[in-house]
């Protein structure tokens, strides 16, 4: 409830709870109290911090006074490696949004360590893992964190509360797997990692230059970050999973040989993830969206290239919960994998006359007469103007090794078609005006600059457009296909049967893939 009122409210996890405190633990009543008495009310009194009762290890992993007051997304998160609901026996389904990041790891772990147990399985109707490979999995993953894992037991069943913390065991035993199917099962493995590794260790690791310790687990929505991650894959706390050093841009030093990959969208916002990510030993990735992570996985071990491979996207998260079935196509599929440069280089140059400044939006009508083929869409752009290249002063000049941008005329003007004046679209962020005008207008009803002074924007179809802009749309229009992207630079997606139907092409009403 407290996150709950912090993410309403913004204030601090202390202040959240003493509101939830005065209120009884009502979250309507301490929204009205928190809008009350900082809208002219007598100030709050200043917030005792509580004594947190967490342990040491637990503090590596939350800001929570106790442990009754952790998120539940995290306290109820049993690690059952069958996912009954979506026909994936060796799925790990998630309850609640929070741990995604840190749950998709481990199952990429589970898929590749069937593939080394099982060769000749196929990971999607293989028996669920047996106890003695749980095991196997946990013992993996704590000897990476250290040559002398520890396990987590909990001396009051469900409760953290005094957890003790012992060898693991050196010998197969159920007991694993029965311990990580509780509800604190997420929880007991993580703390196990934390102990095997040393606290102090983590924190370290964990830790950017120069800023202060901030626990993995954060925020309003109390997501995991990728030090998890790096700990469940490497044994390593490290933060983030970019390609280079944030303090020089240099690139960082691989891990190899990595069992999975990660492709991420933090890559489109020009934040290439290392290499190694790129280049599993097995064909399993994990998938970051954004906010979200979810699996992509190919059923064998088998890594020979094809132009056309079908792969596995399982989402473990409700309601979207599903595992479906795609066919990847492109020529980059059969090429190495895409190796960053030694120096992060800009990739934004100075725009050009002509060039598309941006894309204004897709047609309306389009859009709404076939909403899932983006591709048979037209595209209203805004051409740069010379007002535009001088605001873009600061940028890099593009060189001459670059390739080109492709560059618009913009032809006259249609008459009979309401317009948009660009001269007041290029300032729309000040000053929240979009420059639309009837089509009886001749200067704009906004600024009252004439049609031919002001600029107008132009409507193209997708198919009249050079690949770049293809690529940007495609980009804006699908999350899945952007960070896919990101490893096979020309990949489709596509579905059915004989992979008949290319996503932005087809109506998918009539299909059954949800999870797009
Ligand atoms: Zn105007």
Redesign the pocket.
């Known amino acids: 409830m407290a996150d709950q009122l912090q993410a309403i409210t913004g204030i601090s996890t202390q202040e959240a709870s003493m509101y939830m405190d005065m209120a009884g633990n009502n979250l309507e009543t301490a929204v009205e109290l928190f809008f009350s008495m900082s809208s002219g009310g007598a100030p709050p009194p200043p917030p005792t911090p509580p004594t947190s009762t967490l342990s040491p290890a637990a503090k590596i992993l939350f800001d929570f006074p106790t442990y009754a007051s952790l998120p539940e997304a995290w306290t109820n998160q049993p690690l059952i490696f069958n996912d009954t609901s979506s026909n994936f026996s060796l799925g790990l389904p998630q309850n609640k949004n929070g741990p995604c990041g840190i749950l998709v790891s481990i199952n990429a772990l589970l898929l590749s360590q069937t593939l080394n147990l099982r060769p000749d399985a196929n990971l999607t109707i293989t028996p669920p893992p047996t106890p003695d490979e749980i095991y196997t999995l946990v013992s993996s993953i704590l000897t990476r964190c250290d040559s002398s894992p520890k396990f987590v037991t909990l001396t009051t069943q469900n409760s953290l509360e005094n957890y003790a913390v012992a060898p693991f065991p050196s010998t197969k035993t159920p007991d694993i797997a029965e311990s990580l199917a509780s509800p604190l099962g997420l929880l007991i493995l993580l703390l196990s990692m934390i102990e095997t590794r040393g606290v102090d260790k983590v924190k370290s690791e964990s830790s950017m230059p120069n800023t202060p310790f901030e626990p993995l687990v954060s925020g309003p929505f109390n997501l995991c970050g990728t030090e998890l991650i790096n700990l469940a894959i490497f044994g390593k706390a490290t933060p983030n999973v970019g390609a280079y050093n944030p303090d020089d841009d240099n690139k960082k030093v691989a891990f190899t040989p990595t069992p999975i990959g990660l492709i991420s969208k933090s890559e489109l916002s020009s934040v290439p993830v290392a290499d190694h990510w790129k280049a599993p030993t097995h064909p399993i990735f994990i998938v970051h969206g954004g906010d979200h992570f979810t699996l992509l996985f190919k059923t064998t071990a088998t890594n020979t290239p094809s132009p056309n491979t079908q792969y596995f996207a399982y989402n473990a998260l409700p309601p979207n919960r599903l595992l479906c079935s795609l066919t990847l196509s492109g020529s980059s599929l059969t090429k190495p994998p895409p190796v960053t440069q030694n120096v992060h280089k800009p990739s934004h140059y100075k725009i050009q006359i002509g060039e598309v400044e941006s894309i204004v939006q897709a047609h309306p009508s389009d859009k709404k007469a076939r909403p899932d083929a983006w591709r048979r869409w037209r595209y209203e752009l805004c051409i740069a103007n010379e007002k535009m290249v001088s605001d873009d002063s600061a940028s890099p000049e593009r060189p001459n090794d670059a390739t080109p941008q492709v560059k618009f005329e913009l032809g006259p003007r249609p008459t009979n078609v309401p317009w948009r ?1 660009v ?2 679209y290029s300032t729309r962020f000040s000053t929240m005006c979009f ?1 639309q005008n009837q089509a009886s207008d001749e200067v ?1 009803s ?2 009252g ?1 004439t049609k031919t002074a ?1 600029g107008y924007t132009i409507l193209k179809s997708y198919e009249e457009l050079p690949p770049p802009l293809r690529r940007r749309i495609d980009r804006t229009e699908n999350k899945l296909l952007s960070v896919i992207r990101t490893r096979w630079s020309d990949a489709e997606i596509k579905f059915g049967a004989d992979a008949t139907y290319t996503l932005g092409e087809a109506d998918l009403s009539s299909l059954n893939v949800p999870c797009i």
Do not use: P, V
Request: with cysteine.
């Open positions: 004046c001269s007041c420059g704009c906004n600024c600059k002001a």
